[in-house]
């Protein structure tokens, strides 16, 4: 109310404040208007409150059955948990100021309504008949004669006792209409409970600011590992790529070493439709097992491979076919390409290798033939040959002692496991064979001491300080192992780039001088073997190293895809240029 009472005027009942008291009379009745309204958007407010807790309730149970999922991460879990108990102290505390809002506004003005203003009006109605009553008694006593002076007197008496009353009225009615405090009170009752409600959530928060920082870091450590496996998936996305362009068998290699391959071939059925069926096969413990379907068990198809012989089948209709034959049966498997098929007979092969060998080592204490106790054993030739060269008495590719195998087409040594993932690799890029079982032409085993371990370790790991990384050791796991060969074979990763042309150049150059090293390292860089030089006729490196009469030139280019049949400008190929020039041997 704008208008404010004067207690001097009250008590002299002037038309001023007659005036004032009627404004303040039209003041009450909007302010209980108003007073209803503010009470019906307060309980609006209430109501809207609790249904958003509610909502934030049923979301934070929510939240609770998702972090359910992430159980076995704890990270996740723990973080998941604190936030959802701070936010449901938050929603605790949402309940409190909803509660106290509603009992500082809506239940304290509704007592305004229904006692404050109703006794206001009870006040205005008995004021306005002790003036009535006032005005009266003075009519009465301006209205009796001089000489009556007994009624004169009773007259005086009764107004003076009327004015009294209505001015005690008048002061009672005025301090009730004075009272503006009483709102204020309430709207300030409001903001203290807002007041509370903002610093519990601050004490709150700042009680999990540790927690948040904590939450913080570790979320800034997924993200890091999520980037790097992202970019890892991204490589192995390229990696498929350029296999996929080049024709590269896509194959797997298991990671507890028992299994050398695995992957998908059709099988054909033994029944009389010959029905061919997409199969998952695997090559464990010098056995081979398929499984039709991820819900059946593997089926053991050949528990025994050194009774099987594997071979080319060339004499049906589908290609990439080849075909186990033991005493018992045989079975036609068919791969997607012809890399495919051949590293699969690789594969085969090469687990009938390793059986042999380890029998071989098993029977070895109980052989009669061995050394007396106080002698070293002796060696096969081949292997006293290979490890002659520089650096190949250790692995090429982890540095174990002693390796037993050797990679034919790269000159290199290595260890039985090392073998088994250049096996995987496929015949066109590593060509895997024993030292102690297989037989070794001495052109071959030349190639083991004019290249050897130093030299091709040279060529192709020349960038593994540029790029930071480390070669596995002998006891690093076999997965490391593995993304180390492919990196450095197949991806050539760590090989010194190079101008294409240039290579092939140096290539037919080095072929044409018999020199192995500057060989290795052009086809390494991504010189093409069977590359044709149109300033000398149209040869090939393999034509020209026969010109120079390097043999052991000639039998490098072969391991390594060299083409014999190719023929030049003249008609003449590898074999025509040898015995023109004499170079027969």
């Not at 292997?383 to 790269?410: I, K, M, T």
């Not at 496929?426 to 030299?455: A, F, I, M, Y």
Request: aromatic residues 8%; charged residues 25%.
């Amino acid at each position: 109310m704008d208008s404010f009472l004067d207690y001097e005027e009250c008590i002299q009942d002037s038309p001023a404040f007659r005036l004032t008291l009627d404004k303040c009379q039209t003041d009450v009745a909007e302010l209980q208007s108003r007073v209803e309204k503010v009470m019906k958007l307060c309980g609006k407010m209430v109501e809207s409150g609790q249904a958003y807790n509610t909502a934030n309730q049923h979301f934070l149970d929510g939240l609770a059955e998702f972090s359910t999922y992430h159980k076995r991460d704890s990270v996740i879990m723990n973080c998941m948990s604190q936030f959802i108990q701070g936010l449901q102290e938050m929603i605790n505390f949402h309940t409190v100021l909803f509660d106290q809002t509603q009992r500082a506004i809506t239940q304290q003005l509704s007592n305004l309504l229904t006692q404050f203003i109703p006794q206001l009006g009870e006040t205005r109605k008995e004021f306005v008949r002790i003036g009535e009553d006032l005005e009266t008694a003075a009519v009465k006593n301006a209205q009796i004669y001089r000489h009556k002076v007994t009624d004169a007197e009773r007259a005086s008496h009764l107004l003076l006792a009327t004015r009294k009353c209505h001015q005690h009225f008048a002061l009672d009615y005025c301090l009730q209409v004075n009272s503006s405090l009483y709102c204020l009170f309430q709207v300030f009752s409001y903001f203290h409970a807002q007041y509370t409600f903002f610093h519990q959530g601050f004490d709150l928060l700042r009680d999990l600011e540790p927690t948040m920082k904590s939450m913080a870091a570790q979320l800034s450590q997924l993200s890091t590992e999520c980037t790097a496996k992202r970019k890892d998936l991204e490589n192995t996305h390229l990696l498929i790529q350029q296999r996929d362009a080049s024709g590269e068998p896509i194959l797997s290699s298991c990671p507890d070493g028992g299994e050398t391959i695995q992957g998908y071939l059709f099988k054909r059925s033994r029944r009389k439709n010959k029905t061919w069926k997409r199969c998952w096969f695997s090559i464990k413990d010098n056995q081979l097992v398929y499984t039709k379907s991820h819900k059946e068990e593997p089926v053991l198809l050949f528990d025994d491979l050194r009774l099987c012989a594997v071979k080319s089948l060339d004499s049906i209709d589908r290609r990439f076919s080849f075909e186990l034959v033991s005493v018992k049966k045989c079975c036609a498997l068919q791969a997607d390409s012809e890399e495919l098929k051949q590293a699969w007979i690789s594969a085969v092969l090469g687990s009938i290798d390793m059986a042999y060998r380890e029998r071989v080592e098993s029977q070895q204490p109980q052989s009669p033939s061995d050394p007396q106790p106080g002698q070293p054993p002796q060696r096969p030739a081949a292997l006293v040959v290979a490890l002659q060269s520089p650096g190949n008495h250790r692995c090429c590719d982890c540095s174990e002692e002693e390796p037993r195998w050797a990679s034919v087409n790269l000159g290199i040594t290595m260890c039985i496991e090392c073998s088994g993932i250049h096996r995987s690799l496929g015949v066109h890029l590593s060509k895997v064979r024993s030292l102690t079982l297989d037989s070794w032409d001495p052109e071959q085993l030349k190639l083991l001491c004019g290249l050897g371990n130093d030299v091709i370790n040279g060529i192709y790991e020349s960038r593994c300080a540029a790029e930071g990384r480390v070669k596995p050791s002998a006891g690093s796991p076999r997965p490391e192992k593995e993304t180390w060969i492919k990196e450095k074979y197949v991806e050539k990763r760590f090989v010194k780039d190079a101008n294409s042309p240039e290579t092939r150049r140096q290539l037919y150059q080095a072929a044409f001088q018999g020199d192995l090293v500057t060989m290795a390292s052009a086809l390494a860089q991504g010189a093409e073997v069977n590359w044709s030089h149109a300033e000398e006729e149209g040869r090939t490196a393999l034509i020209g190293s026969t010109f120079g009469g390097s043999l052991s030139a000639c039998e490098f280019l072969l391991q390594n895809g060299a083409n014999v049949n190719y023929r030049d400008q003249r008609g003449q190929g590898a074999l025509h240029t040898a015995a023109t020039w004499g170079h027969t041997g």
